[in-house]
């Protein structure tokens, strides 16, 4: 018989030992590698999922644009993000509002609460106007302005416990907050700019998952699922050998192809808006389809807003308005 040294019966025995110990584990019930096991629960990915490359993207942001003016009544919500960082928003009173956008970021808003003016605001695509016509005293005043100018919150009285911020507010304290809204805020939100291909800017399209609550009729309470994306990003073209993101476009896969958020950054790459789109119907005679809710964030000026068209198919499309229904005279004499 053949008879190894010392050290290598010690390796034998420890590879022996070893497969025999693998061994009691896979065929012992109940435990090891394929034993029991512990279903955990994951969210589900929604399908089918439509494919795509930039050229539909890009055919479907330039038919929302194509649109020339858009003129409908609204419901407005809007909701103080200020106390954000401390889990804390302000949600105001919904009223109704009369908008007329015509493009180049050209709006007309009247902000009503029943059949009642309380603000006016407007924009020529470079100066904006805003009346507030009720509300406290110190809040009725026209002011003006550049759209290009960053300008503080007129000031509040501060007043207010954390209780109170968790409830809808009044009319008039509705009324003091919107007199802070700038038109030109609204603008490309309702009506997006189109995408040129003329090589002033470069296109990038990459696939995105996102984990979300689950917001279908039949969905459970507090569930999640998954939704799949494609991101279109518009960049700069490089200066210095640096480009800069502009624009980044979300469209949702699911059962085909939708814009679902609008995202755009300033020149340091800080997130300016995000705009999410939902909820898209037949406007107008033409049945021109678009989304009817639109909720607008902006995170620096600390607020959003919940834009919903009243009745989408009484909503005027692509009539020609003069240029001086964007532009508000101070009628009232407000200060």
Not at 78 to 106: C, H, M, N, W
Request: net charge positive; with cysteine.
């Amino acid at each position: 018989m053949l008879k190894l040294p010392n050290a290598a019966r010690i390796t034998l025995r420890r590879v022996l030992l070893l497969l025999f110990s693998v061994s009691i584990l896979v065929i012992t019930p109940g435990c090891g590698l394929f034993g029991a096991h512990k279903e955990v629960q994951v969210p589900k990915l929604l399908t089918p999922l439509a494919q795509s490359n930039k050229t539909p993207l890009i055919r479907e942001i330039n038919r929302l644009a194509s649109l020339k003016s858009i003129r409908g009544k609204v419901d407005i919500q809007f909701e103080d993000t200020s106390f954000a960082s401390a889990g804390i928003a302000e949600k105001y009173r919904q009223v109704d509002g009369t908008v007329i956008l015509q493009r180049p970021g050209r709006i007309y808003l009247a902000i009503q609460f029943t059949f009642v003016d309380i603000a006016q605001m407007a924009s020529d695509g470079e100066h904006f106007t805003v009346a507030v016509l009720k509300g406290d005293e110190k809040y009725r005043r026209f002011v003006k302005g550049t759209n290009n100018a960053v300008y503080p919150k007129l000031d509040g009285d501060g007043s207010g416990s954390e209780t109170k911020k968790t409830k809808q507010k009044t009319e008039k304290e509705t009324v003091n907050v919107l007199s802070n809204l700038r038109p030109q805020h609204l603008t490309d939100a309702l009506m997006i700019r189109p995408v040129v291909e003329d090589g002033s800017f470069i296109y990038s399209q990459s696939e995105f998952f996102q984990v979300e609550p689950d917001i279908r009729p039949e969905a459970k309470k507090d569930s999640r699922i998954m939704r799949g994306y494609y991101l279109l990003e518009e960049l700069s073209q490089p200066t210095g050998g640096e480009a800069r993101l502009l624009r980044r476009f979300w469209f949702d896969r699911v059962n085909g192809i939708r814009l679902a958020r609008l995202q755009t950054f300033d020149d340091r790459g800080l997130l300016i808006t995000e705009v999410g789109y939902s909820n898209e119907k037949a406007f107008g005679p033409g049945q021109f389809v678009m989304p009817s809710r639109i909720e607008l964030t902006r995170p620096q000026d600390q607020y959003k807003l919940s834009i919903t068209y009243q009745d989408p198919t009484a909503v005027e499309l692509d009539k020609e308005y003069r240029p001086e229904a964007f532009v508000l005279e101070n009628k009232e004499q407000l200060p």
